[in-house]
């Protein structure tokens, strides 16, 4: 069984460009999680989606960061612009409804450098 | 807020011994707890977790402790190979939402 697919691995940008971040989740979970990964730091939820609806986006910088998982399947997540500070790395996570949290599976993550 | 945190940030064990990483938590109303482990360059992957109601869970090497009295949780892996190398951190879970402390870097010397 595939795991949860990221893409790109890798991005370097310049302040003040965007970027967007691709996830495909593994097969038949409804539930589509994105965290943000500092160095040295655990990582932290930015928005929760149940099928194609974002049921916790508390966490999410509205002001320059945006979500869509608009069939309920892959999701896309957006910097518009990129600031230094969101060099990070972003993760992908999935699970099955209804388990609470728990088992979530985690992508590789795409490492994003700020210039 | 409500935070995890854990007591050391590096472990360093000689290979075949056993290794405990120990985790403190804040949310006495966290219903479950889980420890994943991190190693370089990949997302987290799931170790083992426990629910609130348990004290103890086994699983293949490992086993998590649960005191909830003193809000404390430890991972302990027996015969600690290279392959255990990484970083572990522990979370806890409440209403869909899982919160991560810093991480604990284990290094197993051969």
């Known amino acids: 069984e595939a795991g949860v697919v990221q893409s790109p691995r890798y991005k370097i940008i310049e302040k003040k460009q965007p970027v967007a971040f691709w996830c495909n989740p593994i097969?038949?979970?409804?539930?589509l999680y994105w965290y943000r990964q500092n160095l040295g730091q655990g990582p932290e939820l930015l928005i929760r989606?149940?099928?194609?609806?974002?049921?916790?986006d508390s966490q999410l910088p509205k002001d320059r960061f945006s979500a869509e998982r608009l069939k309920g399947v892959d999701s896309t997540l957006k910097i518009q612009p990129a600031e230094l500070g969101d060099s990070a790395v972003y993760l992908c996570?999935?699970?099955?409804?209804?388990?609470?949290?728990?088992?979530?599976?985690f992508g590789p993550g795409t490492r994003l450098t700020v210039t | 807020g409500e935070s995890v945190g854990l007591h050391l940030p590096t472990l360093s064990v000689q290979e075949g011994d056993n290794s405990i990483i120990n985790c403190a938590y804040s949310?006495?109303?966290?219903?479950?707890f889980i420890w994943y482990k991190q190693e370089s360059g990949k997302g987290p992957q799931f170790i083992i977790d426990?629910?609130?109601?348990?004290d103890k869970r086994q699983g293949q090497r490992v086993t998590v402790l649960l005191n909830k009295t003193v809000k404390h949780l430890s991972l302990q892996i027996a015969a600690t190979q290279p392959g255990d190398s990484a970083v572990y951190f522990c979370s806890e879970g409440s209403n869909y939402k899982l919160t991560f402390g810093k991480g604990t870097l284990l290094t197993v010397n051969p």
């Open positions: 996570a999935s699970s099955v409804a209804g388990t609470a949290g728990g088992q979530q599976y």
């Open positions: 426990i629910r609130s109601n348990m």
């Open positions: 097969s038949g979970h409804n539930t």
């Open positions: 949310n006495s109303a966290s219903d479950y």
């Open positions: 989606y149940e099928n194609e609806e974002a049921v916790d």
